[in-house]
């Protein structure tokens, strides 16, 4: 963070102090906090940083933003200090020129935030997102990591309900976007698809008039969003042969995945280290956005060339005997499917089977136990030898799956689940590992093979 005065943090988040000082650092958790920051009190679920404003002056911050007075040290008074941060964040962000990329939709964006900033990073010095930044508290912590030396930044963008993505959004300020597409993730809350493509574009919300959206024209929402929008969109697909730049003559082999991109009349070969269509996806918005932001075809080559997924996210490493894709990051119906896509494309070794291991997807609300029965119809034609199950509404997976012909195991107990695939599996099988976060799949891995 570049250095601001204390009065202008002040007269952005709507309050006073007396203090003169230059402010190098925005802290909302004293265990990180440096000497000279301001301290921002902000409430959660589990704590309220009030309790901590004492502590932060300790380790020296200058200043606190806080709801209340604290008694015997200076605080800026707001009514909200989770706008603030928005609000303090958003001044920030305005003080730089930069291309800045707003990325969000129900599957993919941090692969396609991944990506988009490798591209980027070819030409220009980019911020991007780190880990799970995506919420109120995590984008301004991004935003206020620029500095003199960036020329870009990439910001992704999660939301559970509507009005959050517009928030962000106008903390950001995109100057081009990506909606990856709609899915059924927070449905709960949204209620329908068509809900959560209103929520997505809320991105729109920070963008100037001639800020153009790229979006994903396989998906059945976002095919229709050209026409009905009065601004410059952009598509990228691999069905949707009229997309703008589209992927064709796509070949998987050895874990990697060559393709050619159409746009403007122009072929242009892609090589990606990894599988799976939605991976296609992913990197035609990539290079989308590169081609957009100045980049050349050879440097955005040479950067999708370069990419390495998440250690649960996709990555495909040798464990013991068996090939393993762990997957256990996150998890909604179309994630389920790209995943089981990719065991089916992944080549077993010495007669090896294909092993699906997948737990719940959570925030399904009353759709819940449909879609996991769909998952379970697709399991078949993922030519999954085996299917083990792990959770609650998984139960749903199973049953369809078997209907299907597959060979099911379910089980809500960890312990069973590791205790069966040790019997279960031998040496050259592939196994998925795929459900939403809070299954924590991760420790079936371990109790498998071994903390890494």
């Known amino acids: 963070m570049e250095k601001i005065l204390l009065s202008d943090i002040a007269r952005t988040v709507g309050g006073t102090i007396d203090i003169k000082s230059e402010i190098g650092e925005i802290s909302t958790d004293t265990r990180q906090l440096i000497a000279g920051s301001v301290f921002i009190a902000i409430r959660g679920e589990r704590f309220d940083g009030h309790d901590y404003v004492a502590k932060a002056f300790e380790k020296g911050a200058v200043a ?40 969000t939709g129900s599957v993919g964006k941090t692969t396609t935030k991944e990506m988009i900033a490798l591209v980027l990073s070819e030409k220009y010095n980019t911020l991007k997102t780190e880990g799970n930044l995506n919420n109120e508290i995590g984008l301004p912590k ?29 903390t950001a300020i995109p100057t081009i976007s990506v909606i990856t597409n709609i899915g059924f993730s927070h449905i709960e809350n949204l209620k329908t698809q068509e809900g959560i493509l209103k929520a997505k574009l809320e991105i729109l ?11 994903n024209a396989d998906d ?67 290079f989308c956005i590169g081609i957009n932001s100045g980049i050349s075809e050879e440097e955005i080559i040479n950067a999708l060339k370069k990419y390495k997924p998440d250690e649960l996210r996709q990555n495909i490493v040798k464990k013991g005997e068996q090939t ?19 065991l089916l494309q992944v080549k077993a ?20 136990r449909q879609l996991h029965e769909n998952v379970g119809r697709f399991t078949e034609m993922a030519d999954v030898d085996m299917l083990f199950t792990y959770g609650y509404d ?47 799949l991760e420790e079936v891995i371990d109790g498998l093979y071994g903390i890494n």
Request: net charge neutral.
């Open 64 to 103: 606190a933003i806080t709801e209340k007075q604290i008694e015997n040290y200076p605080c800026i008074i707001v009514n909200d200090t989770r706008k603030a941060f928005l609000d303090l964040a958003r001044y920030y962000r305005s003080l730089f020129n930069i291309i800045l990329v707003g990325v």
């Open 349 to 368: 070794e010495n007669n090896g089977r294909k092993v699906a291991v997948l737990g719940d997807m959570l925030e399904l609300g009353e759709m819940s």
């Open 220 to 286: 059945r929402l976002l095919s229709t969003v050209k026409d009905s929008l009065n601004r410059r969109v952009l598509t990228y697909g691999i069905e949707n042969k009229t997309a703008d730049y589209y992927a064709k003559n796509i070949y998987e082999e050895n874990n990697g995945t060559i393709f050619t991109v159409k746009y403007q009349d122009r072929d242009v070969e892609v090589s990606l280290p990894c599988i799976g269509r939605h991976n296609v996806l992913n990197a035609l918005s990539a």
């Open 142 to 170: 991004t935003l206020l990591g620029i500095n003199k030396s960036h020329k870009a930044a990439v910001i992704e963008m999660g939301m559970s309900d509507f009005g959050e993505i517009e928030r962000l959004s106008n």
């Open 394 to 440: 998984s139960v749903y997976i199973a049953e369809k799956a078997k209907e299907s012909g597959v060979s099911v195991m379910h089980t809500d107990d960890k312990a069973k689940l590791v205790n069966e695939l040790k019997t279960y599996l031998k040496a050259g099988d592939v196994v998925l590992f795929k459900g939403s976060r809070g299954m924590r």
């Open 324 to 342: 393993v894709i762990i997957d256990c990051y996150n998890a909604s119906p179309d994630s389920m499917k790209a995943s089981l896509s990719v």
């Open 205 to 215: 919300s920070g963008m100037s008039p001639d800020a153009p959206l790229v979006v």
